[in-house]
C-alpha cells in the first residue's frame, strides 16, 4: 500500500499521469471514500486528471470527494469545485503584442555562409526533448487549497453572533439576533445570509446596517415554532458560511398548576462539526428569567438581573437548562375574588348569630 501511493506520487512529480491513473486507480478500488487514505488517494487523481486535461473527470471526482468525512478536505474539495466549473474566459486580441518578422539577412558573404552553417547544424542535430510537462505537486495544490479556505473563513470569522431568546408567557417565545462584523462592513456571507432568509419566507425580519451590523426578529411564537425557525436559520447561516452544522434543539416543557406554570427549558447547541474560526464569537442572551436554577456546559450562565448571558464554545456541545416558575394572573385573581366571596358570607352569618338581622329599610 505504501509502496504503491509513493510510486503513485513520484510518477506525479514527473509528469507521468498516465502512470500515476493505473496507480491509483487500483488503490482506489480498495480503499474506499472514508477509510484513512481514501480522500488522499482521490485527491491524487484529481491532480492528474488535471494534469492530463481530464476535467470532466476531476470534477465528477471532486463532487465525490465532497461527501467525505475528514471536514477539512471536505472544504478544500468544494473550493476546488467551484474553480474547475468556472467557465474559461477567451483572451482579447488587445492583450497580446504582436512582433513584426524582421529581415535579418546579412550582407557579406563570410557572415551569410557562417549563418547557413549553424542553419544546417540545427537541422542536422535535432534539440534533446525536454519532456513532458510537469504538473503541480501534491503539496502544492494541497497548500493552495487551504490559503483559499482559510481566507474565506477568516473573513467569515470577524463577527459577533448574539442570539436572543425572550420567554414572555406560557408557551410564548421570541427569537432575535444580533450580528456584529469588526471589519465594520457587511461581510459577503452576511448578505449571502440575508438572501438565503428571504428565499426561505422565513418569518424573521433582517434589517442591515451600514457598519457591518444585522438585527433579525421574530414575532411571538409557540415553542415548537420557535426551534424550527431556529434550526432552520442555523442551518442557513452555516450554509451560508461554506459549512454545515448539527441543527440546534430548543425546547421548553410546561406544567399548568392552574395558579402557575412550571417551565423546564432546554436548549442543546452542537458546534462539534464547526472548525475553528478565529474571532468569532457566540453568545445567547435569555431574558424574562425568574430566580431560576441554571446549569449550563461547557460555559457556565451569567444572571444579571433577569436575563442570562451564555457564552458557546467552538468545537463542543453546548447545553443550557433551568426551572422556573411563573404565575398566572387569571388564576390568582380567581381565588383572590373567591376568598373575597367567601369572608363576606361568613361577616353575614356572625351579624345573623349576634341578632342583628338582615338589613332593612326605615319604615
Aim: glycine share 8%; aromatic share 6%; with cysteine.
Amino acid at each position: 500500500m505504501d509502496s504503491a501511493l509513493a510510486f503513485a506520487e513520484a510518477a506525479l512529480e514527473r509528469g507521468d499521469y498516465s502512470q500515476c491513473l493505473i496507480a491509483l486507480e487500483e488503490l482506489a478500488q480498495k480503499q474506499p471514500l472514508n477509510s484513512q487514505e481514501g480522500p488522499k488517494i482521490r485527491m491524487l487523481m484529481i491532480t492528474a486528471l488535471m494534469g492530463k486535461g481530464d476535467n470532466e473527470k476531476a470534477i465528477s471526482m471532486c463532487r465525490e470527494l465532497t461527501h467525505c468525512k475528514d471536514n477539512e478536505l471536505r472544504q478544500m474539495s468544494k473550493q476546488l469545485l467551484e474553480v474547475l466549473e468556472s467557465p474559461s474566459l477567451g483572451r482579447p486580441a488587445n492583450w497580446s503584442i504582436q512582433l513584426p518578422t524582421l529581415d535579418l539577412t546579412t550582407q557579406t558573404k563570410g557572415n551569410y555562409y557562417s549563418t547557413n552553417k549553424k542553419s544546417n547544424d540545427s537541422e542536422t542535430s535535432p534539440l534533446p526533448p525536454t519532456g513532458e510537462t510537469s504538473g503541480l505537486d501534491f503539496g502544492f495544490s494541497i497548500l493552495t487549497l487551504f490559503v483559499i479556505a482559510a481566507l474565506t473563513i477568516l473573513l467569515s470569522g470577524c463577527v459577533e453572533i448574539t442570539t436572543k431568546v425572550d420567554i414572555s408567557g406560557p408557551d410564548r417565545i421570541k427569537l432575535g439576533w444580533e450580528i456584529k462584523s469588526n471589519t465594520k462592513q457587511l461581510l459577503p456571507w452576511q448578505l449571502e445570509f440575508e438572501n438565503a432568509l428571504k428565499e426561505r419566507h422565513s418569518k424573521g425580519e433582517v434589517v442591515s446596517f451600514r457598519e457591518g451590523g444585522q438585527k433579525i426578529r421574530t414575532p411571538i411564537l409557540r415553542s415548537e415554532e420557535a426551534s424550527l425557525i431556529l434550526q432552520e436559520t442555523f442551518s442557513t447561516a452555516a450554509k451560508s458560511a461554506g459549512f454545515e452544522i448539527t441543527p440546534p434543539i430548543l425546547s421548553l416543557k410546561e406544567k399548568n398548576w392552574f395558579i402557575g406554570v412550571q417551565q423546564e427549558f432546554k436548549l442543546v447547541v452542537n458546534l462539534e462539526d464547526l472548525p475553528e474560526i478565529p474571532g468569532l464569537k457566540l453568545l445567547v442572551n435569555i431574558h424574562s428569567i425568574d430566580k431560576a436554577k441554571l446549569i449550563g456546559s461547557p460555559s457556565l450562565p451569567i444572571l444579571e438581573g433577569d436575563h442570562v448571558k451564555w457564552p458557546m464554545k467552538q468545537g463542543e456541545v453546548n447545553t443550557l437548562k433551568f426551572r422556573q416558575w411563573r404565575w398566572n394572573h387569571l388564576g390568582l385573581g380567581t381565588i383572590f375574588v373567591t376568598m373575597l366571596l367567601g369572608l363576606n358570607l361568613v361577616l353575614q352569618r356572625i351579624r345573623l348569630n349576634m341578632g342583628f338581622g338582615f338589613p332593612e329599610l326605615p319604615p
